[in-house]
Each structure stands twice: as structure tokens, then as C-alpha cells.
């Protein structure tokens, strides 16, 4: 679905008009199209401080063709060595003044060091005291289309370093913003290549349409061979995407008893699995008061009771050692909504699912992360009244709403070894939502 404020901001002349009376136009976003590449930075302009982390930030971004420049249009700050209240003065003296060059839908990166690998109180509160400030400096870029990021990096995880700044400086990374990642050593780092996802098979549940078949484009396009999956109605859709996209479509309702044997099965025919997308999910809503059993019922039984016993099923057969699992979570199962009591609780369980998947696979090499998008334009959301609608798509810092590709290049991302160093985690897809996330 369109949106109007932001092709009105295409227009420069209505962007100053508008401007100099005080109505801000959100900023069009520079969206990747393509795969990732192996210089995701050529003709980018980049400033790099600090080298608490061993890392040659230059050499690094220079790497990713990057040219070194004061005015750039990346900045990353090593700010890992920071140390109480004087040390934080490093993000006032250097970002200070550059972040008001930064150009629009620039990147900025601060590296820090998780509080629990810091020796002293005053290096550990330091540290923690970078994602108030990241959360902040990306409020304050949102208005030009520019994304902050905070990465701790563990000791012993400074080689996965590279693989999450492709995504964050790049513009595949358009619609996250105000985000902690945390680095840890357990997988092993691999170089980038080209078709990252080649030879290798992810399936993904909800693709016949949103985010899903989004999803199932995105990974196809990395070289995927794609398992979707969907509901016997929505057959049609299935299987022109899967035709699309190359993949292999199987109808199935996630909550049936024979689904995760028939998904294993399928997946054994086709070599096993490297991914899994959880991506299937369901609303209900209605405050908790007048909310029925069948409604209640329902989004529990879709949105966790299925992905716990599919995963099970997935976890003891098809899914490959160093394969990946992508949970769908959703900004209300962290903020919580009015009427969403029963989809809340189960976004919420995906993030925990996260962590207690993570631990229990690591042993096998596999990576596992939730994904919590915000208010994305589909056809759900279209639905909604009109000042409910606008309400959400400007109350974040890019003050517009994301697509769905915004939320597979995220899933995509996590799929791939790009994101070798992230286990256990949740990654918000909206666009550094203003208010409970």
C-alpha cells in the first residue's frame, strides 16, 4: 500500500514548502535490490574511530569499498575501550560533530563490549550505557532516513564483526534502526561468497503471500532451494510462488497432528534442511474480557503449539548441524497491545524460544533468532481505519511504516553465515519504534 507522505517527500520542492512550517516529510528509504554483495559500500564515503576491539576498522571498510572521508555517509565508532563517565565523553568529541553531515539514509555503528566480559564497574557501566545512546542518536537520524546501531562484540568474537556490518551499513538493512546486536564466539566465522544460500535448503512456513512469499524471494535469490508451506486454501498462491522462486510447494496446516512428519519427510527428499522460517501466524483479537476459547485457542495453538512441535520434529531428523532457525515474533509480544492479549503472548514466547533454542543447539553449530517486525504494509494492515493506520506508520523514527521485503532482508540476513556471530537474540523490524520497543 502506498504511502502518501512519503512519495510527497520525493518532491523537493513540497519537502521545503512543508519543511519551513514545520511539517517533516518522511525520508524515501534506499532499499537494496539484488543479492548481497562483495562490496557493499562501493561509492560510499565512511570515518572510522577507535580499535578497543584489535579490529582495523579502516582496513575493514575500505574492504567493503568503502572510501575514507569526514563526511561520510558511514560512521563507526569502536567505543569498546570506554570507560566510566569520562570514557563515554568519546561519543560527544567524535560523533558530535559529524553525525550533522551524516548524509541521509547514512549509517552509524557503535562496537562495544558486553557488560559481563568487563573486568571494573566503570568499563561494564560504560558499556551499557551505549545502547541508551544508540537508541537516542537513532531517533535523532530517523528524520533524514539514517539508522543507528549498537554491536557488542564477546572476546573471541571479533572475526563475525564483518559479516553483521555488511548488513547494518548496507542498504538491505533500511528499515532496522535503534538496535542492539551482541556478538558471541560459539559458531565459527566463514568468509563471505557470493550465493551464500546455494546448495542449500530452507523451508518456509505462512508463503503464500506477505511477508512469507517475500521471504521466499529473498531467499531464492541468495541461491536457496525454498520448502513453502501453506494452507490447502491458499493452494493458488503457494504454488505460482514456489514456481516463481523455483522451490517446492506443500499444502498443510500447521496445527494438524501429521504436519511435522510430513514436513520432515518432504525435507529428507530433498536432502535435509539448512533454515527454517517460522513464519505461519494468526490474529484474533478481542480484549481479554469478551475473548472466546475458540479465539484464544486458535492463535495459541498456530502461533506456538505448532512451532514447538514442528521444531521438535525438525530438530531430531531433517535440520542440518550449522543450519539456522528464524522465529517470527512481533513488537506488540515486547510492547503488548490492547486486545492482542493471545497473539502477545505467543510473539512473546518466540523471543524466549529464542534463547532456549540457541542454547540447547549451539552444541550442532545452528544459530537461532527471532524476528519482531513493527507496523509493515500488507494487506492486514491496509485493513485497519485510516487515523489507527497513520498513527502507526509514523510513530517510529523513520516516521513511515515497512514493506515486506524490509523483514525478509532481516530474515535472509540471519539465514545466511552473514550472521554466523548472532544466536539467541531478537531483531525488531520497525523502523526503531518510539514507544515499548
Known sequence: ?????????????????????????????????????????????????????????????????????????????????????????????????????????GRLVVLGRPADACETLEHAVAQDGLDGFVRSVAKELGRR???????????????HLEGVLRFLLSDHSAYVTGQPFALRPTLDATPFTAAPLSGKTVLVTGAARGIGAATARRLAIEGAQVLLVDRE??????????????????????????????????????????????????????????MSDAEWDLVLQVNLGAILRMQATLNDGPLRDGGRVVLLSSTVGIAGNVGQTNYAATKAAMVGLSRRLADDLAPRGIGVYAVAPGFIETRMTAAIPFATREGARRLNNLSQGGLPQDVAEAITFLCTPLASGLSGGVLRVCGGQLLGA
Open 1 to 105: 500500500m502506498s504511502d502518501y507522505l512519503v512519495n510527497l517527500g520525493k518532491n523537493s520542492a513540497a519537502r521545503g514548502v512543508l519543511g519551513r512550517i514545520g511539517v517533516p516529510l518522511p525520508q524515501e528509504l534506499r532499499r537494496a535490490d539484488g543479492p548481497f554483495a562483495a562490496r557493499p559500500l562501493d561509492g560510499r564515503l565512511a570515518w572510522s574511530f577507535g580499535d578497543g576491539l584489535g579490529v582495523d576498522l579502516s582496513a575493514l571498510l575500505s574492504g567493503l569499498g568503502a572510501t575514507s572521508d569526514d563526511s561520510p555517509d558511514v560512521i563507526v565508532l569502536d567505543a569498546s575501550d570506554a570507560t566510566g563517565a569520562d570514557g563515554l565523553r568519546v561519543l560527544y568529541e567524535q560523533l558530535g560533530p559529524r553525525v550533522r553531515g551524516l548524509a541521509r539514509n
Open 145 to 159: 532516513g539514517s539508522t543507528a546501531h549498537l554491536v557488542s562484540v564477546a572476546p573471541g568474537a571479533e572475526g
Open 233 to 290: 486454501d491458499s493452494k493458488e498462491e503457494l504454488d505460482a510462488v514456489a514456481e516463481e522462486v523455483g522451490g517446492v510447494a506443500l499444502c498443510a496446516d500447521v496445527t494438524a497432528e501429521d504436519t511435522p512428519t510430513r514436513l520432515a519427510a518432504k525435507a529428507e527428499e530433498l536432502g535435509g534442511i539448512h533454515g527454517v522460517v517460522h513464519n505461519a501466524g494468526v490474529t484474533r483479537d478481542r480484549t481479554l474480557g469478551r
